[in-house]
Nanobody, 121 residues
Framework: VQLQASGGGLVQAGGSLRLSCVFS????????MGWFRQAPGKEREFVAA????????AYGDSVKGRFTISRDNAKNTVYLQMNSLEPEDTAVYRC???????????????WGQGTLVTVSS
């Protein structure tokens, strides 16, 4: 399995970005997909998870109501729409794949390389 994340960049507070993660090597619909982030000096943080069929979602408390995870299995792609961005959202965002629907990063066996999101105040 390979995961390739993209879409990060520099945005002002209050702005929006959409991250994409292209999945290859196996059948994406067999996997739960998740997004995690890690800011400098901080621990890895769960952002969002999405079930295989796209009907089950979970979000970290700090992004609820602002971020939306979605998937297009036909395009082998998972998205993270991020709205109302705050400086505290600045981090490297990584997509990941798992066989179980969990927010614990240890459940995710496959990881993308990460994309940097920087939110200026």
């Amino acid at each position: 399995v390979q995961l390739q994340a993209s879409g990060g960049g520099l945005v002002q507070a209050g702005g929006s970005l959409r991250l994409s993660c292209v999945f290859s090597g196996r059948t994406i619909s067999d996997y739960v997909m998740g997004w995690f982030r890690q800011a400098p000096g901080k621990e890895r943080e769960f952002v969002a998870a999405l079930g295989r069929r796209g009907s089950r979602t979970a979000y970290g408390d700090s992004v609820k109501g602002r971020f939306t995870i979605s998937r297009d299995n036909a395009k082998n792609t998972v998205y993270l729409q991020m709205n109302s961005l705050e400086p505290e959202d600045t981090a490297v965002y990584r997509c990941a794949a798992a066989l179980s629907f969990l927010s614990d990063y240890r459940a995710y066996g496959y990881w993308g390389q990460g994309t940097l999101v920087t939110v200026s105040s």
